[in-house]
């Protein structure tokens, strides 16, 4: 199947480089997770000058938790610090929050956080869905359980019990900081998305770099496995 001039709906992000970002600068990890806080915002706000219906975020993965204590407490920290300050413009500029992962695991306060942005945000038109305590093998793992319980086993039946179920079909993967691998991100959505890996660091991503990588995807020809 060939499109031209095609439109990305659903735009992921793998969101890599907060940690050599602030390294280069001699900087704590921290200060690369706040910077990329800045860039996730920036993004957002753009949002209204793009074909994105839904951009995910890889947020926390649930292998992240190995990483030292005080960096998940300081990532911990941010997310509380950036749901509260950005809840009321998301509300304002009608984005809708969804949630990817064992996301209510997460300490009881983050959950409430989260369930209040949940309803509050409900209506929104544009949806910034975030994955939280994510890993896709676990995903998949979870959705063939559920699938089996109801009977046979399709991938149908399996995409109706993803995380994911509500939102539009994957267009587009984006890493950056120049890793070229998906790291348990999105595995069965990303079966037949376009892939675009970047040499930049993700607290150095702009709404720019975001515009041309959709310039790029509109010069893609799609063919779904076919010629």
């Known amino acids: 199947m060939t499109t031209e001039g095609q439109q990305a709906r659903h735009v992921a992000i793998i969101m890599d480089g907060n940690g050599r970002w602030a390294k280069r600068r001699h900087l704590p ?3 690369g997770h706040r910077k990329g806080v800045e860039a996730v915002r920036e993004l957002v706000r753009s949002l209204k000058d793009t074909s994105i219906e839904c951009l995910t975020l890889y ?3 649930s292998e992240n938790w190995k990483r030292p204590e005080e960096e998940v407490d300081d990532l911990m920290n941010l997310m509380r610090k950036f749901i509260k300050s ?4 998301f ?4 984005v809708k929050l969804h949630i990817l992962g064992d996301w209510r695991s997460l300490a009881s306060d983050i959950v409430d956080m989260l369930e209040d942005a949940l309803e509050r945000t409900s209506t929104g038109s544009r949806t910034l869905a975030v994955a939280l305590n994510y890993g896709a093998q676990a995903e998949i793992t979870q959705a063939a359980r559920k ?7 399709t991938e149908e039946a399996i995409e109706r019990h993803l995380f994911s179920a509500p939102l539009p ?6 890493r950056t900081s120049g890793e070229v691998r998906l790291s348990n991100f999105l595995l069965w959505q990303a079966a037949y998305a376009e892939m675009l890996f970047l ?12 515009k041309r990588a959709l310039a790029d995807f509109a010069e893609r020809e799609r063919r779904f496995g076919g010629r």
């Open 29 to 31: 990890r921290v200060m």
């Open 59 to 61: 947020a926390f993965s």
């Open 86 to 89: 950005d809840l009321p413009e």
């Open 91 to 94: 509300i304002a500029n009608d």
């Open 147 to 153: 699938a089996a319980a109801e009977g046979e086993i």
């Open 169 to 174: 079909p994957l267009d587009l993967l984006i």
């Open 199 to 210: 040499d930049v660091l993700w607290p150095d991503f702009t709404p720019d770099h975001l």
